[in-house]
């Protein structure tokens, strides 16, 4: 693996597939440690290497990552967020047979996603605010940069586990975007990105709602767009994996995957997020904050400073 601009190599052996999507593929991999002393690896690949023998390596379909959105993407350091350890050019696929892709080095948490934990067992409350704390804290980390992120597809199915499940960290960053006067603009941000029930009102009227695509305007999408989405994991967490939209009336609406700008016009009508067993599982501090986050308003959404400091001061505590 060649990080791009560069001639390093970073060996490697290919063992599992871990994981696909759109994107591409995500292995697992073994580091060659009788080649990591060689001086030319990076010293922080090598010694993350020698502490965890195996590693994650996604390959993308797509023609790779703009060195800018590189050099951010190896900068991240946080608790609570996968460790991206290298990019670069990957001549060979696992067939050893010559197929020059981008490849991203990162950080493998064994413990699998938040959405497959919450698929698998009903999470507790004080196991959700754990989870809720940890993304927040995350996510704070994100906005609050000198050049702020927007992630722009928080969901379980990008937060990964520890192996002993006690710590998720936030991932899939490779389409993460730069905010300008805390705003994206539109050139920046890709139609249809993002994870449908967890796009907030605003992307899905700028992916599906809106009449000119080449129109030059503020898309409005900013930090308040991430809060939205930490809501919908939530509920995700509440709901085994899985949640419900409601129309004004209150009747469960029927989610056509296939006609995503139908899905827009019934939000923009009126249609949100059942929150109904919120109250009961979470108690009224938590449930009101979930409330909160889910605001059609984007203005209305609590920032991710004032975020951070609720989840922390449910049940008393405080930071």
């Not at 507790?124 to 609050?144: D, G, P």
């Not at 949100?272 to 209305?300: F, M, T, V, W």
């Amino acid at each position: 693996m060649a990080p791009d601009g560069e001639e390093r190599a970073l060996p490697f052996a290919w063992d599992l597939v871990i994981g696909g999507g759109n994107y591409g593929l995500v292995y697992s991999v073994k580091a060659e440690q009788s080649d990591m002393n060689n001086g030319d690896i990076n010293c922080g690949v090598r010694d993350y290497s020698r502490d965890k023998k195996v590693l994650a390596l996604k390959v993308l379909h797509s023609v790779g990552i703009v060195v800018e959105k590189q050099t951010l993407l190896l900068q991240i350091e946080h608790p609570f967020m996968v460790k991206y350890l290298a990019i670069g050019r990957l001549p060979f696929g696992p067939n050893g047979v010559p197929n020059p892709q981008t490849g991203v080095l990162m950080e493998y948490c064994e413990g699998g996603t938040l959405n497959g934990l919450s698929r698998s067992a009903e999470l507790s409350k004080a196991n959700i605010l754990k989870y809720l704390r940890q993304i927040v804290s995350a996510v704070h980390y994100l906005h609050e940069r000198p050049l702020p992120i927007f992630h722009g597809d928080i969901k379980g199915e990008n937060i990964f586990l520890t192996q002993n499940q006690a710590i998720c960290k936030l991932g899939d960053m490779e389409n993460f975007h730069i905010l300008v006067e805390g705003k994206t603009n539109i050139g920046g941000l890709k139609v249809k990105q993002g994870t449908l029930l967890h796009m907030s009102p605003e992307m899905l009227v700028y992916a599906f709602g809106t009449e000119d695509e080449d129109q030059e305007f503020s898309t409005g999408i900013g930090r308040a767009s991430d809060i939205w989405s930490v809501g919908c994991t939530v509920l995700e967490m509440l709901g085994k994996g899985q949640f419900q939209y409601k129309s004004a009336d209150g009747t469960i609406i029927s989610v056509d995957w296939g006609k995503p700008r139908k899905f827009s016009m019934q939000v923009n009508d009126g249609a949100y997020p059942d929150q109904l067993d919120a109250e009961k599982r979470l108690g009224s501090e938590l449930s009101h904050i979930l409330a909160e986050c889910l605001r059609k308003n984007a203005e209305q959404r609590p920032r991710v400073a004032e975020l951070a400091h609720l989840v922390q001061a449910v049940g008393g505590r405080r930071k």
